[in-house]
């Protein structure tokens, strides 16, 4: 069996299988399949402030070869997280990555200063939300508006603070520099591409939003490119995600330059796809001669 732990941003996984925010809600659902323990981490369900209802239905549209969501950080709020989500996840022996989401720069750093005080191993900021006092253009789409959130969610917690960054953007790369620059510990790319469908018999969008999330293999080539570009140009450790579906897209998705990798769609269709990626590296490495997965993080050569 290869060695399977990676240290990522100071903080030691067993694996570097993630599932990704919102996919995977707790876990609690799971542990009737299989032990959570097997995996990693955890990012769990975006954590807002104050309880959000999150979007009204439909909110979920099918897609070839992927899905749209327009779900809107339902959940329960932070006091419900820390008070009852936490506790429970902190008795499954993984890394607790808690993403939080805010409307405001002010509210994403109180939502900091109290993950702070809390177990949880790691923050990751989702920084596609959209700002309300900016006209409502997200975080995550300007070098300088990045850059200003995540200045200030640093300032407010000596946790690990991870970056999740949008593709909908001019250049993920200088967002990347962006955040790391104002003190990110790591990034993780790509978050959904933007889409929408339309129900031809009625005209109107299937989304009851209009538009909504693109997930799923149709964007894992995009992913996979911008995971290599931005691993390429910052100092800081890549998450990667968007479309891993099998052991072979994380391998690949790793060799572009991931050390950790995360999971959304695909467990919509397979609930144990964590799992069996975890047992698919292990035999790819097995059968390839890798005894630790770190000696294929970045491994690709460009012609």
């Known amino acids: 069996m290869a ?8 903080v030691e996984f067993k694996n570097p299988v993630i599932p990704a925010s919102g996919a995977y809600g707790y876990g609690r659902e799971y542990e009737d399949l299989y032990p959570v323990s097997l995996l990693g981490g ?3 369900k975006g954590t807002t402030l104050n309880k959000k209802d999150g979007n009204p239905p439909p909110r979920i549209a099918e897609t070839y070869a992927g899905m749209l969501n327009s779900v809107g950080l339902q959940n329960g709020g932070v006091k419900k997280f820390l ?4 506790p429970y996840l902190k008795t499954k022996d993984i890394v607790v990555i808690s993403n939080i989401a805010g409307a405001t720069v002010e509210e994403c750093r109180e939502l900091a200063a109290l993950i702070d005080n809390s177990d949880a191993d790691m923050i990751e900021l989702n920084i596609s939300c959209p700002n309300v006092k900016q006209g409502g253009a997200a975080f995550g789409t300007k070098c300088d508006s990045a850059a200003a959130i995540t200045r200030a969610v640093r300032s407010a917690t000596t946790k ?12 993920i790369v200088d967002i ?4 790391e620059a104002e003190g990110a510990d790591a990034v993780s790319l790509i978050n959904t591409l933007l889409g ?21 293999p149709a964007v894992f080539p995009v992913a996979v490119r911008m995971v290599w570009q931005v691993a390429n140009a910052v100092s800081i450790p890549v998450c990667g995600m968007g479309g891993i579906s099998c052991a072979e897209d994380a391998i690949e998705m790793m060799m572009a330059g991931a050390q950790t990798i995360q999971l959304g769609a695909a467990i919509f269709n397979n609930p144990y ?29 460009p012609w």
């Open 196 to 216: 929408m469908r339309i129900d031809i018999k009625t005209k109107r969008p299937i989304l009851k939003n209009n538009v909504g999330g693109l997930s799923g």
């Open 83 to 86: 008070n009852t989500e936490l």
């Open 160 to 171: 690990p603070l991870m970056v999740k960054l949008s593709p909908n953007v001019t250049s």
């Open 273 to 301: 796809a964590p799992v069996e990626i975890i047992e698919g590296m292990n035999k790819w490495c097995d059968e390839n001669g890798v005894r630790s997965i770190t000696e294929i993080i970045g491994a690709v050569k």
């Open 3 to 10: 060695d399977l732990k990676v240290n990522f941003a100071g």
């Open 176 to 179: 990347a520099k962006a955040v």
């Open 42 to 44: 955890i990012s769990v």
